[in-house]
């Protein structure tokens, strides 16, 4: 794998203490370009532009796909990734259900890890912050019929974050726009899919709420998704989410927290949630809890629930089901209980 190092790190530069989410980046990236079949040299050089032409073929047709993981500084001072090989499985899922071609495991994880290495320092250490991680593939051919690209590129970009979500957030039942069909790509992380999103969200916004719960394309009557996030509610006791389906993302931040709400013992029930369920719900006092779960935000309490112009309160115990979670989760990665689950990826600056 080919290095190139900055002359001088920007690293004093940054202010630590005050983090935004996404806006940061260190001082190195990786590259890797696929042309004529074959995965090139993988190269980390310096965080800067990369050259692109208007004719940029993931400019017209939309072919890109993106990671999201987060690598986090332990209290012994060991930077760790957070379950690597799930976010490079679904990579691979989204690529192919987009026509990319399959990233190898070795420039995948090879390259992350020495990217990390080289960018060491700059893995912020404290609660809630964190080396988010952002491996993306778009097509690069420089042509604009409307068919697959015979090239592609491969990067990686890491940016020292704060929280995604500052508190609870009030959320909008969405009932005219949809973020995914049957048959469609709801369960790959396409980019073309939050951009989507973005307009009812804006209008969401302009309504006074923070976020938007996606509903099914048929009769939004079913719960599937809290704007970027899996969902999850405490009703009657029971950790309720929507069951997987192509529709939803195989969140590996939901998937974690199943896992150990399994383990402890605790009721869990993944199947359909319907509207009008967790209205009455709401409304009668048994939804005691209600959040999002995803990488950027790991748990995003959820306080209000809007639907047709009512707005319902929803509890957000200090001490809940949600607060105990984010706390038993961030234990692990910060290395303070034991990682029985062998999820972090420890690595070493050599």
């Known amino acids: 794998m080919k290095i190139s190092k900055v002359y001088q790190s920007r690293i004093n530069e940054i202010d630590f203490s005050n983090l935004p989410f996404g806006k940061v980046f260190t001082d190195h990236m990786l590259v890797c370009t696929y042309e004529n079949g074959q995965w090139g040299e993988p190269i980390i050089r310096p965080y800067g532009p990369i050259p692109m032409s208007p004719a940029t073929h ?14 986090y500084r332990k209290d012994n001072g060991i930077v760790s990734i957070f379950r690597p090989e799930a976010n490079f499985q679904r990579l691979n899922r989204s690529a192919e259900r987009m ?26 250490a404290g609660e809630d912050i964190s080396l988010y991680i952002r491996p993306f593939l778009y097509a690069s051919s420089e042509f604009i019929a409307a068919r697959p690209s015979e090239s592609y590129v491969f990067c990686i970009l890491l940016s020292p ?38 307009y009812p969200t804006r209008l969401a916004q302009e309504a006074g709420f923070t976020q938007i719960i996606w509903t099914d394309h048929k009769n939004h009557q079913l719960i599937e998704e809290s704007g970027t996030m899996n969902v999850a509610m405490v009703i009657d006791g029971v950790f ?93 990665r910060l290395g ?7 999820w972090m990826h420890d690595v070493y600056r050599p």
């Not at 400019?59 to 990671?67: I, P, R, S, T």
């Not at 704060?162 to 790509?185: H, M, T």
């Not at 989410?241 to 939803?248: K, M």
């Not at 927290?257 to 009668?284: F, K, W």
Request: glycine share 12%; charged share 20%; aromatic share 8%.
């Open 58 to 71: 993931a400019l017209h047709y939309g072919q890109a796909v993106f990671e999201g993981m987060k690598a």
């Open 240 to 332: 309720r989410t929507p069951a997987l389906s192509d529709r939803i993302l195989a969140g590996i931040t939901r998937d974690s927290i199943l896992t150990m709400l399994r383990d402890q013992g605790y009721p869990v029930q993944e199947g359909p949630v319907t509207v009008d369920e967790l209205l009455s719900a709401a409304r009668e006092g048994r939804l005691t809890e209600m959040f999002g779960m995803g990488t950027a935000a790991v748990i995003s309490p959820i306080s209000h629930i809007g639907y047709r112009g009512e707005i319902i309160e929803v509890p957000t115990p200090a001490d809940g089901l949600s607060a105990t979670i984010k706390k038993a989760l961030s234990d692990i």
């Open 99 to 124: 026509t990319i071609p399959q990233v190898p495991r070795e420039i995948f994880m090879d390259g992350l890890i020495q990217l990390i290495q080289l960018d060491y320092d700059w893995v912020p």
């Open 336 to 342: 303070r209980t034991a990682d029985k689950y062998g």
């Open 161 to 198: 974050s704060g929280p995604y979500y500052s508190g609870a957030v009030k959320v909008k039942i969405e009932e005219k726009y949809v973020r995914s069909a049957d048959g469609g790509v709801g369960f790959a992380k396409a980019a073309g899919n939050y951009g989507a999103a973005f």
